[in-house]
Structure formats: structure tokens, C-alpha cells
């Protein structure tokens, strides 16, 4: 899924504004000025279309995860960890090692 400025797509097919796409368990859907996508899989990112977004994970992946969105455990001692399992001192430095080219 891409989304830039007023126009979203899923491989690259476009996806109309304010119209619902659904697809091999993947949605697409705009809650008042947001749009949101959420995965089978059981998480949902919403983006406001300028600058905030926010990343939800169903109750059944808690512990479960890792990258940006964290471990999912409550335990603020393993927010930051990185790809190679050490701990980041700061937003930045986390942030920084799970870039992709």
C-alpha cells in the first residue's frame, strides 16, 4: 500500500478516495479524514493524510512483534530494540537502523 498526499494505491492500482477496497485480506478504508488500511493479520495503521499515524495490533500478537512497532509488551525497557538486538539509547538511533533501501 502507498499513500501520498490525497492518493492511495495496492499494487500499484489506484484506490478511489472515500471508496472502500478490500481485498486477499487486506482493507483500505476512510474514517473521516484518515485512511486506514488494516491486514488479516491483525494490525492496522491510519494515516491522516499530512502527518500523524497510528499503528494498532490485535490483543493476540502482544509479544509478538518487533521493528518500529516495538515488542508489544508494555515494558518501555524494549521499545528501542534494534535489528541486531541491542537496545538504542535514543528515537533517532532506533529509528535509523530499521530504514530500508
Known amino acids: 500500500v502507498v499513500a501520498e498526499g490525497q492518493n492511495v494505491s495496492?499494487?500499484?492500482?489506484?484506490?478511489?478516495?472515500?471508496?472502500?477496497?478490500?481485498h486477499k485480506g487486506l482493507g483500505v478504508t476512510w474514517p473521516g479524514d484518515w485512511v486506514a488500511v488494516a491486514s488479516s493479520l491483525g494490525v492496522r495503521v491510519a494515516w491522516d493524510r499530512h502527518l500523524a499515524v497510528t499503528v494498532t495490533a490485535e490483543p493476540e500478537l502482544r509479544?509478538?512483534?518487533?521493528?518500529?512497532?516495538?515488542?508489544?509488551?508494555?515494558?518501555?525497557?524494549?521499545?528501542?530494540?534494534?535489528?541486531?538486538?541491542?537496545?538504542?539509547?535514543?528515537?533517532?538511533?532506533?529509528?535509523?537502523?530499521?530504514?530500508?533501501?
Open 63 to 101: 509479544g509478538g512483534t518487533w521493528g518500529l512497532c516495538g515488542t508489544y509488551t508494555d515494558d518501555p525497557a524494549d521499545d528501542f530494540v534494534l535489528p541486531d538486538g541491542d537496545t538504542a539509547a535514543f528515537a533517532a538511533t532506533f529509528g535509523d537502523a530499521w530504514k530500508v533501501p
Open 10 to 22: 495496492v499494487n500499484g492500482v489506484a484506490v478511489p478516495q472515500g471508496r472502500p477496497y478490500l
